[in-house]
């Protein structure tokens, strides 16, 4: 089983950056697909990033390409998403999640393991 924790979110201004962090536990993290997602009140969950196992192929959400960066370091079990010129609608809870595997990158329904989820807040 794999235990997936996030960190680093918090209230910044329209147009700052933020780091958001996700930390696996288990010694298989490395062959895991990792995804992150975000949800806003009265929305639906939505996919923002995903990476596969290697790092080497990565895929993003239309709103948040150019912005967002997704990446893994597999030595230290660690999934960042580092996210440029923030704005209002990013505000969310950012999920973490991740699958042994991959059937379907970009829906939630594709990924087995989740983490609690940390909240960030685009102030306008």
């Known amino acids: 089983q794999v235990q997936l924790v996030e960190s680093g979110g918090g209230l910044v201004q329209a147009g700052d950056s933020l780091r958001l962090s996700c930390a696996a536990s288990g010694r298989t993290f490395s062959i895991f697909a990792m995804g992150w997602f975000r949800q806003a009140p009265g929305k639906e969950r939505e996919f923002v990033a995903g990476?596969?196992?290697?790092?080497?192929?990565?895929y993003y959400a239309n709103s948040v390409k150019g912005r967002f960066t997704i990446s893994r370091d597999n030595a230290k079990n660690t999934v960042s998403l580092n996210m440029n010129s923030l704005k209002f609608e990013d505000t969310a809870v950012y999920y973490c999640?991740?699958?042994?595997?991959?059937?379907?990158?970009?829906?939630?329904?594709?990924?087995?393991?989740w983490g609690q989820g940390t909240q960030v807040t685009v102030s306008s």
């Open positions: 990476i596969r196992w290697s790092g080497g192929n990565t």
């Open positions: 999640a991740a699958t042994p595997i991959l059937t379907a990158i970009m829906h939630p329904s594709g990924y087995e393991y």
